[in-house]
T-cell receptor, first 113, second 113 residues
Framework: AQSVTQLGSHVSVSEGALVLLRCNYS??????LFWYVQYPNQGLQLLLK??????LVKGINGFEAEFKKSETSFHLTKPSAHMSDAAEYFC???????????FGAGTRLTVKP | NAGVTQTPKFRVLKTGQSMTLLCAQD?????MYWYRQDPGMGLRLIHY???????AKGEVPDGYNVSRLKKQNFLLGLESAAPSQTSVYFC????????????FGQGTRLTVV
């Protein structure tokens, strides 16, 4: 069965510091991978997605993620955190032959001034 | 641009009552999903649909039923609400499966007392 694990339910960084949010998937076949962001009292919106065209994917708001098959990972990074990045971030997977989309437990990012 | 619209936004139910949550999308998407979001557990898939007239079970389908009589609408029913169903419910739609992203509604906060 497909699954996705996000390491760290809470991550706190200082403004201007590197953001690293971890996501690992468990599948023998590389799935389609997504990162979503959720601001308080809102729905989820797409940050970026991996579609096998390139292993380094750039998304909105300066975020990017790198697909590493050998590590079954799709970690999300941003070189310099802004206060406005404070939100909850979700990694999601969809296998090639599956129609549903499954989400990780989420990582809440706090940005300190 | 309405996108995905959920009705209602808030609801309080008594244990044993029934209700239906409505999701409507105006993007002509084939796939639709219902998730519940609980603290520390991310989004869990309840049911989904890959086209008009079709439905399938997700991770946590017990206690819920769904219908997709029209392509643009996906209904989630609770026949006999229980306190364990207190949650925030999100509807989403995507053009199809594979690498297509899901678009989310704003959520319905349901409390069962």
């Amino acid at each position: 069965a497909q699954s996705v694990t996000q390491l760290g339910s809470h991550v706190s960084v200082s403004e201007g510091a590197l953001v690293l949010l971890r996501c690992n998937y468990s599948s023998s076949v590389p799935p389609y991978l997504f990162w979503y962001v959720q601001y308080p009292n809102q729905g989820l919106q797409l940050l970026l997605k991996y579609t096998s065209a390139a292993t380094l994917v750039k998304g909105i708001n300066g975020f990017e993620a790198e697909f590493k098959k050998s590590e079954t990972s799709f970690h999300l990074t941003k070189p310099s955190a802004h206060m406005s990045d404070a939100a909850e971030y979700f990694c999601a997977v969809r296998l090639n032959n599956n129609n549903d989309m499954r989400f990780g437990a989420g990582t809440r990012l706090t940005v300190k001034p | 641009n309405a996108g995905v619209t959920q009705t209602p936004k808030f609801r309080v139910l008594k244990t044993g009552q029934s209700m239906t949550l409505l999701c409507a999308q105006d993007m002509n998407h084939e796939y639709m999903y219902w998730y519940r979001q609980d603290p520390g557990m991310g989004l869990r898939l309840i049911h989904y649909s890959v086209g008009e007239g079709t439905t399938a079970k997700g991770e946590v389908p017990d206690g819920y039923n769904v219908s997709r009589l029209k392509k643009q609408n996906f209904l989630l029913g609770l026949e006999s609400a229980a306190p364990s169903q207190t949650s925030v419910y999100f509807c989403a739609s995507s053009p199809r499966g594979g690498n297509t992203e899901a678009f989310f509604g704003q959520g319905t906060r349901l409390t069962v007392v």
